[in-house]
């Protein structure tokens, strides 16, 4: 089973600050992926960043990255420079070996950029 | 490119109404195919997945059901809606099923059971 938890259920950032966005997981497979996703008002929900279990590397993608600590099962996501756009929602998942492709969700955690 | 389409965009429906959405992708074969919900201000519960042409799993026990009739078409439905449908359904596709490959995800339908 897949349990991912997101204790922040709204963040404030100013805009061209950096802000991380926490995750946690709970899995009981070996092999992992850990998502992160945007939804911004119009509901569509837009995929960011992905690390698997196996990488060395923290995942970067642009502005995003992934601060992934295994020992503590952690997958925080990094904003650097913190754009206006960036308002929206934010929610990690994940998926496991025995999962068939499913994604488990987190609750989200609602980013707000101010001026 | 791939893009996956999503329709009505938007729909209020009495309570015990029958309920039809369509997913369909496009620039893809086989994908695998997903329906979740998304109840106002809560996170993602998926519904219903499919790996293949008439081959669904079921996450959860309740009034909906899900087809798939060809390749790239998911078809969410209810014959009897209830008041708990209300929600955002959003339907995903993906590459494959391992844990390296993201979902893409559609604009959704928002459902209002009144």
């Known amino acids: 089973a897949q349990k991912i938890t997101q204790t922040q259920p709204g963040m404030f950032v100013q805009e061209k600050e950096a802000v991380t966005l926490d995750c946690t997981y709970d899995?009981?497979?070996?092999?992992?992926?850990l998502f992160w996703y945007k939804q911004p008002s119009s509901g569509e929900m837009i995929f960011l960043i992905y690390?698997?279990?196996?990488?060395?590397q923290n995942a970067t993608e642009g502005r995003y990255s992934l601060n992934f600590q295994k020992a503590r099962k952690s997958a925080n996501l990094v904003i650097s420079a913190s754009q206006l756009g960036d308002s929206a929602m934010y929610f990690c998942?994940?998926?496991?070996?025995?999962?068939?492709?499913?994604?488990?969700f987190g609750r989200g955690t609602q980013l707000t950029v101010w001026p | 490119s791939q893009t996956i389409h999503q329709w009505p965009a938007t729909l209020v429906q009495p309570v015990g109404s029958p309920l039809s959405l369509e997913c369909t992708v496009e620039?893809?074969?086989?994908?695998?195919l997903y329906w979740y919900r998304q109840a106002a201000g809560r996170g993602l519960q998926l519904l219903f997945y499919?790996?293949?042409?008439?081959?669904i799993s079921s996450e959860v026990p309740q009034n909906l059901s899900a087809s798939r009739p060809q390749d790239r078409q998911f078809i969410l439905s209810s014959k009897k809606l209830l008041l708990s449908d209300s929600g955002f359904y959003l339907c995903?596709?993906?590459?494959?099923?391992?844990?390296?490959?993201?979902?893409?995800f559609g604009p959704g339908t928002r459902l209002t059971v009144t």
């Open positions: 998942a994940s998926k496991g070996g025995s999962t068939l492709g499913r994604l488990y």
């Open positions: 690390q698997g279990s196996y990488d060395e």
């Open positions: 499919s790996v293949g042409i008439g081959q």
């Open positions: 995903a596709w993906s590459v494959g099923a391992t844990t390296g490959y993201e979902q893409y």
């Open positions: 620039g893809t074969s086989n994908p695998n």
């Open positions: 899995t009981s497979d070996q092999s992992y992926g």
